[in-house]
């Protein structure tokens, strides 16, 4: 097989990376020794720092966190960090404004996903809209942060710009649901000019037919383009007579038509497995909403929250990773077409 290239990456020197231990299982995808990099009670008055999202920024990193308070509600903090493991956590949640500078503050947010577009750093979260719904923000400068219309109606979660423009629009994935933790779940991509009007809705990918996630299945973190096509880490959710279980997965989309599935790994990569991610305030949670992807090696370092508690990482080569879900892809009915 040809060497996977990385496009319009960047190179990551102090990515965070160990190499795959001998004893690792077949997947691709290995646990840092050092998780998790987030335990209980992180900073005063936040019980815990999980499904948060980062990007290579200046010599370091740079990243938008889920905190929930001791009240339990969840806010949005951001966070500078050298080596993408130890963090300084912003005092204070993010004061969004809107664009004529007033103030335009969510009653909470939660599951950010961060990702820089030319040049705007762009945050987009679930937040209450009479119910579960997306919310968008800007900044340019981590100073003054602009929130932007909502999206969609709800209910709708997980929602994850693409790195770029596809097509000249704003390409956004989400995962339109109702409103609860019911097996409702499927990921449809949107596109838009302008961040306000949104429309040529498309869904990618159905749940699937294997036990891990024939329940429902979400976004997980940016897309990261490659020559094989866009690599998207999603979650996979299966039920049990214990509760939900969520675990880590893998496909391949279309650069010119994301709603085309082109490969997707019949298996997880990443299930929960260590006791900081089968204990804690969600028990059996993997839960991915970052990939940091060093243009020049291929190593891939994915951040994902453990058991709704912690912030854990895990490790993947961009070519070991493809050829895996190349070689052991099962796509649903649906998946390889355009879903209109």
């Given amino acids: ?15 965070p990376w160990e190499d795959k231990p001998a004893n690792a299982h077949h997947l691709p995808l290995w646990r840092f020794s050092g998780n998790p990099v987030t335990g209980w009670n992180p900073m005063p008055g936040v019980a815990r720092i999980y499904n948060s999202s980062l990007l290579p920024y200046e010599d370091g990193f740079v990243g938008a966190f889920r905190c929930d308070y001791l009240d339990g509600n969840p806010h949005l903090h951001y966070g500078f960090s050298k080596d993408g493991i130890n963090w ?20 909470f947010c939660y599951d950010p996903r961060l990702v820089k577009i030319e040049d705007t750093y762009y945050f987009v979260w679930c937040t209450d809209f009479s119910g579960a719904a997306l919310g968008i923000g800007s900044t340019k400068d981590f100073k003054t942060f602009i929130r932007h219309e909502n999206p969609f109606l709800p209910n709708n979660r997980n929602g994850i710009l693409f790195p770029r423009k596809i097509n000249g ?3 956004l994935l989400s995962r339109p649901c109702d409103d609860g933790h ?8 949107s596109e838009s000019p302008d961040l ?31 020559s094989e096509g866009w690599l998207m880490f999603y979650h996979g959710v299966g039920v049990t007579c214990s509760g939900l279980i969520y675990s880590i997965g893998a496909a391949l989309l279309d650069l010119d038509e994301p709603s085309k599935v082109l490969y997707r790994a019949d298996t997880y990569l990443l299930t ?32 994902y929250g453990a058991a709704d508690t912690h912030t854990a990482i895990a490790f993947c080569q961009v070519d070991e990773l493809v050829a895996h879900i190349k070689a052991n892809s099962l796509l ?9």
């Fill in 88 to 107: 300084d956590f912003s005092k204070e949640d993010i004061k969004w404004v809107d664009e004529s500078g007033k103030p335009y503050m969510p009653d």
């Fill in 169 to 171: 629009k704003f390409t």
């Fill in 1 to 15: 097989m040809k060497k996977v290239e990385i496009l319009n990456g960047v190179s990551i020197k102090n990515l």
């Fill in 196 to 226: 306000t009007y949104w429309g040529r809705h498309r869904k990618v990918m159905s749940k699937g037919t294997a036990w891990w996630q024939d329940a429902k299945i979400g976004g997980g973190s940016v897309p990261i383009e490659t």
């Fill in 332 to 340: 649903e009915e649906g998946d390889d077409t355009p879903g209109r």
């Fill in 272 to 303: 929960p497995e260590l006791p900081y991610e089968s204990t804690g305030y969600v028990p059996n949670v993997c839960f991915p909403c970052a990939a940091l992807a060093d243009k020049e090696t291929g190593r891939i370092a994915v951040y």
């Fill in 182 to 189: 019911s097996n409702h779940g499927e990921i449809f991509v």
